[in-house]
């Protein structure tokens, strides 16, 4: 139940003044009372308050249309920074993003084992030392993490890669950084960087993300928003559909599962198995170490064995995806993960189921592409979730001044 | 782009009213402001305008809390209805409907052959037969089609059952009766209907509703509101979940899919063929005339061939819906259409797929059940999906008065 009151009014105004000037490089004044519909008086004192705040600032007078040349308006790109992680399989990369989804600051950190709380405090070193880097009003954390998440709150279910079961990540980090925390399952933090930074087509309302990697997931926007399901595990394809019956025996106890045939883990199970007793296939001699590299080289070279192991994985997970975008009825299809790096030919495969398994009237309009932001899709995915509270835009924390502080006050030695 | 003037707040507002009368049989003005958190005054303002428009009453005073007994408020069930269609597969099914989903006026003529033309002669009698059964102001006209729709033109894309091929019925109507009409798909709108009308249960955002009749298909609500998809195609599972590879040839053309093994059509044509070599199944004497009913009755009898086509219909179903639920992580399933005639071991296959073929942490979570509404959820999910356009309850087309100016002006007989 949503009360509209006056302060509400003012918020949705302001709001929309902020989706205005981060849909555009430039406006003016003119042009947000035009396509807001507000007065030119409210947006006049919107656009003070916003300058006021750092957030927009006055870069010179546009061409004029006979009038008054108008002054050229535009979100300062740095005027806030975000902190956002991907919490990997094998590393932890973190970054400082800006409010153009640019990134100013990387690090990353290897991890080893699955301690929960060692992992915890790998976590805490790379935010320590990107707030460190950044002299910036900081809008806050995010992450995006392999596994089940309860996003609201900031609960980690049960991780692939470490001992997390129920871990309370999100008000951990919040107590320890004092700073708005968000935490999201990968792929769909995937999903929203994909999403948000398609460069310069028009953006369809609905996308999905589908990442083929050690596991197989993917990430549903709905109207613009990470869609996350009753529990927040939407997009969790990789164990419910299966492709094969009598397959083989998947990790979450089920057979035929998706990732069993379609995910980096099953295609190098499979080389390995099948390499041994193929004698003319160039893997053959580099059984017992087949990587996803060694393979992908194979399969460049024209091997028939990597070529037939890849285009199976590409064509199960085209069936995965004509069961999801076809029920859904979303067109547009985006591809990433470890597995694209076998590129064009894998691209087709999936496509081409993709488009069999389907209502043959929507055929046509689905499109499957690989995504624009390779390694970087979640750390921007999680940075424009946070961004999109415009709320906590205006409410940023100090960022060098902020860790003084807690310092002084936590008596931690960062 | 939205514009938050004076008239958007007013609008929002009386809204927010609206909405606290529908999900309540009786309230107050205080409960109203309390829940709302809307001043008194502007409660008052907003009630008087509902009670001027007569979509309101006053029904008496309720028990006082120490202070003023309150007056009881409620909304007039009868202050406006609605004209709904099911434009079914042999018949066209329409009714009156008032706001609380009662209806109030039901007809039914037989559809034969499929002329388009003549079956938009048979939707326009149906309409004019229940619009002259009421007296009351008219909110508009909706129907639930079988096949694609476009919605928001009201345009059908493809019927299954008759000659319309990118046919313009909404507008076609919208002419003829000079009133808001919307056209949605069938499952849609039967999804609609089972949640709007679900009784006192607590109401989760998401649902899913699959209905299993001549064909297979389902709606799809998250957040309340009908997920349509790009194209409007949302929830056409019937020939994306290719269950069996090599298996039977659809009427789309593609091999194996869910209609091929879990619809009406289909497990009457498998008793057909299979009850042909099966001396010993009751079914054997009846090859050539093998209904729905017929297969019903042996079903019951406990034959052992209906028992096996049966669960294997249910299996198939349940593999669709694990699919379809488990990556949308919805967990609230409803069964509904001709297939559920076979009660309760019918719809535990279902069931047991539904709850295998997922990730085992989202197992427990899911439900499948049987719908509340049977014959009449397409109605009432197209009668709702006009009601929740509040401003349509507002603006009512007079009833008989309005036929009358038509008559004139047109100079149609009705």
Known sequence: VEKATQQHIKELNR????????????????????????????????????????????????????????????LEPDSRHMISLNLGQNEFMGAVVNLRGEIREMTTRPVEGRDGEKALKTVCAV???????????????????????????????????????????????????????????????????????????????????????????????????????????????GHIVTVRENGLLCRCGNRGCLETVASARAVIQSAESQAMVTPESVLNKQVGRITLEVLEKAFDAGDDLARQIIIHAGHALGEAVASLAGGLNIDKVILTGMMTRFGQNYLEAVQEKAGKNILPRLRQEISVELGHHRDNEIILGASAYLASDYSLLLKPVGARNNLWEKEIWQGNSL
Chains 1, 2 share one sequence.
């Open 15 to 74: 709001n929309l003044v902020l989706k205005i000037l981060f849909e555009r490089s430039t406006t003016s004044r003119a042009e947000i009372a035009r396509i807001s519909n507000l007065t030119r008086t409210t947006v006049s004192d919107i656009i003070a308050g916003l300058i006021e705040e750092g957030l927009v600032s006055e870069i010179g007078t546009g061409s004029s249309m006979g009038g008054k040349s108008p002054i050229l308006l535009r």
């Open 127 to 237: 935010i320590d030392e990107l707030i460190r880097k950044t002299e910036r009003p900081l809008v806050g954390i995010s992450l995006g993490t392999p596994g089940l998440v309860n996003t609201r709150e900031g609960i980690v279910i049960n991780s692939v890669n470490m001992d997390w079961r129920n871990f309370p990540l999100g008000p951990r980090l919040r107590e320890r950084f004092s700073m708005p925390v968000f935490v999201l399952n990968d792929c769909q933090a995937a999903a929203m960087g994909e999403y948000k930074y398609q460069g310069d087509e028009q953006h369809t309302p609905n996308m999905i993300v589908v990442m083929a990697g050690h596991g197989i997931g993917a990430g549903i926007i709905i109207n613009g928003e990470i869609f996350q399901g009753d529990g927040g595990y939407a997009g969790e394809i």
